[in-house]
């Protein structure tokens, strides 16, 4: 299963990876990036069924990085592809999630 990232959700995703970057070590990026990666595997085995955003849209979301990121996406069988909207820090205004 390809997994394809928004022009926005790769943005943010490289965003986050900088500000862990600055803030924290090296170890912290590879956790995060690893549970990015576990998100990523349960969903092609569907091993986790993770929590609709909007259920008339099909989109999920998961939450990362100790809970203070939540990473929506929508899964596509026939095109046997998982598209990523958005990673969205839950501290964050949530008035500036971007329309999915």
Do not use: C
């Given at each position: 299963m390809r997994v394809?990232?928004?022009k926005v959700a790769d943005f943010h995703y490289n965003e986050i990876l900088v500000?862990?970057?600055e803030k924290w070590t090296e170890k912290e990026i590879k956790v995060f990036i690893t549970e990015y990666e576990n998100v990523i595997e349960n969903v092609k085995i569907?091993?986790?069924s993770y929590p609709y955003y909007s259920k008339?849209?099909?989109i999920q979301f998961a939450l990362m990085?100790?809970?203070n990121v939540k990473m929506y996406f929508k899964i596509?069988?026939?095109e046997n592809?998982?598209?990523v909207f958005d990673f969205f820090i839950v501290r964050k205004d949530?008035?500036?999630l971007n329309k999915l």
């Amino acid at each position: 299963m390809r997994v394809v990232f928004s022009k926005v959700a790769d943005f943010h995703y490289n965003e986050i990876l900088v500000k862990l970057s600055e803030k924290w070590t090296e170890k912290e990026i590879k956790v995060f990036i690893t549970e990015y990666e576990n998100v990523i595997e349960n969903v092609k085995i569907k091993l986790v069924s993770y929590p609709y955003y909007s259920k008339k849209h099909k989109i999920q979301f998961a939450l990362m990085g100790k809970k203070n990121v939540k990473m929506y996406f929508k899964i596509y069988p026939e095109e046997n592809l998982i598209f990523v909207f958005d990673f969205f820090i839950v501290r964050k205004d949530p008035n500036k999630l971007n329309k999915l």
